[in-house]
């Protein structure tokens, strides 16, 4: 998977939760811990609460392709205050930060630290070998030739493993040497690139350099095993003709495309690299990799967000889930003031807030399920808020000699006063006649007024118990 820059739950009623239909909302504390709901056409999808996946200063991140592991690099600048002090007092400038390279794992929820790279080191890179969980990372170390009196550089690769108890650098670049990981879209293999750095008129050829071409002239490649090893040295061929590096349709062979002039013209011939024996040979012609089409019923969205509750009103970018569906609940926000992806599996997603990362696991039952313990939790409210106003009713008589007024009359002023809330009249249709309750010869089957529901109806009687009544 490419770098990023930057149990089973029941369902409560949800009626109160709407998503997103405007994006001018007032930001609440805490908006983004709720459970949100998004419906697409057959699923209803949760999105739970966030959890801490890396702490501050994240400034980079890579999935493995099954979602189960991610990727961190951190900085830290280490301001502490005597630093800062120094600094303020000019007796000391600020000094590099320092990376750290974490693990979180998704189905533990569980983070660790990997590594702390020495003084001056910083990752450029961060590459998971698709089907497996082994990550490489390339990382570039600055440091100060008291020869020259300049800055040099070189890069490193690091092989990493979540069953690894620390990373293992396999790969040393020379002084001014750069490495790039290349790794196949859709299979385990994958090779470091060793160049130097373009000068001259090689440092951008006609029409722009593509962002797969190398940095330098490629001096040679080592294969990276799916399980951290480092392969044999290979040297390329005609390195200043390499123009562009692909992948074969199946993901297996490294296609080197080399620039020729003909007639005047820049033409492109594939070369497949083969990374077990260090083979280059010319193909007549090959069919490169292509990602596939998605057609997700899900994406995730950065929307603008303005504060409507401050003038003037502050504007921020947030995070949402959106569903391609219809439906009213096809959006909810996933975290305000926040960038995010998706995880590759579809089944979390990941944000950046305030330079730290948060993971919002996702909840999928059927549409048809969430949609019937909706109307069984709808029932129960409705069930519950009857039974309040036949208690009503019941304290209403005692208190005037066993007598209920009648349906034609000012009832409703009459029950308020014996209700914690008035609002639990709303939608109770009253529908006994009035008079003396002890002159009921069936109490338990006299209905005293009920609540329209989905479905059905709860049905208060007059003995005060509340029974749901299906529509025929």
């Known amino acids: 998977m490419k770098l990023h820059l930057v149990s089973l739950i029941a369902i409560p009623f949800l009626s109160s939760l709407t998503p997103a239909q405007t994006i001018n909302v007032k930001i609440a504390t805490n908006p983004d811990q709720g459970l949100g709901i998004v419906l697409t056409d057959t699923e209803a999808i949760a999105i739970l609460p966030a959890k801490l996946a890396c702490g501050e200063s994240v400034t980079s991140y890579a999935w493995s392709s099954d979602g189960q592991y991610i990727l961190f690099s951190q900085s830290d600048l280490g301001l502490t205050a005597k630093v800062m002090t120094d600094v303020l007092s000019r007796k000391n400038v600020l000094p590099p930060p320092t990376f750290t390279l974490s693990l979180y794992d998704v189905k533990k929820g569980e983070s660790r630290v990997l590594a702390k790279l020495p003084s001056g080191a910083f990752p450029t890179a961060m590459v998971w ?23 040099v550089s070189h890069s490193s690769v690091y092989a990493i493993s979540p069953t690894a108890k620390m990373v293992d650098r396999v790969l040393v670049g020379a002084q001014e040497e750069y490495i790039e990981v290349y790794a196949s879209p859709s299979e385990p293999r994958a090779f470091a690139m060793v160049t130097g750095f373009w000068k001259g008129p090689t440092a951008t050829p006609a029409g722009g350099a593509p962002s797969n071409r190398p940095v330098g002239p490629p001096r040679r490649v080592n294969a990276l095993s799916a399980d951290g090893r480092l392969g044999p040295t290979y040297r390329i061929e005609d390195q200043l003709s390499l123009s562009q590096i692909e992948w074969s349709a199946d993901g297996r062979l490294p296609i080197l495309l080399k620039a020729e002039m003909q007639n005047g013209k820049r033409n492109q011939k594939p070369f497949a690299l083969d990374l077990d024996s260090g083979r280059q040979y010319e193909l007549a012609s090959v069919d490169l990799y292509k990602e596939p089409t998605k057609t997700a019923d899900l994406r995730v969205e950065m929307r603008e967000i303005v504060d409507t509750a401050i003038t003037p009103s502050p504007k921020t970018i947030g995070t949402y889930l959106v569903s391609k569906s219809t439906e009213e609940k096809k959006e909810a926000r996933v975290a305000a003031d926040a960038v995010g992806t998706m995880s590759p599996t579809a089944d979390g997603v990941l944000y950046i807030q305030s330079g730290a990362a948060f993971y919002r696991p996702l909840f999928r039952m059927s549409k048809e399920a969430y949609l019937e313990a909706q109307r069984e939790a709808l029932r129960a409210q409705l069930i519950s808020e009857t039974k309040q106003c036949a208690i009503g009713f019941l304290i209403y008589a005692a208190d005037n000699d066993d007598v209920l007024m009648s349906p034609g009359s000012d009832w409703m002023s009459a029950i308020t006063p014996y209700l914690k809330n008035d609002q639990m009249m709303s939608g109770f249709i009253y529908t006994f006649g009035g008079g003396d309750m002890s002159k009921i010869e069936d109490p338990a089957g006299t209905v005293l007024g009920y609540k329209l529901g989905p479905g059905g109806r709860a049905v208060a009687y007059t003995d005060g118990h509340v029974k749901w009544i299906p529509d025929k």
């Open 129 to 151: 070998l698709p089907k497996t969980h082994q990550a490489y990372a390339t990382v570039t170390q600055l440091e100060f030739d008291q020869a020259t009196g300049t800055q």
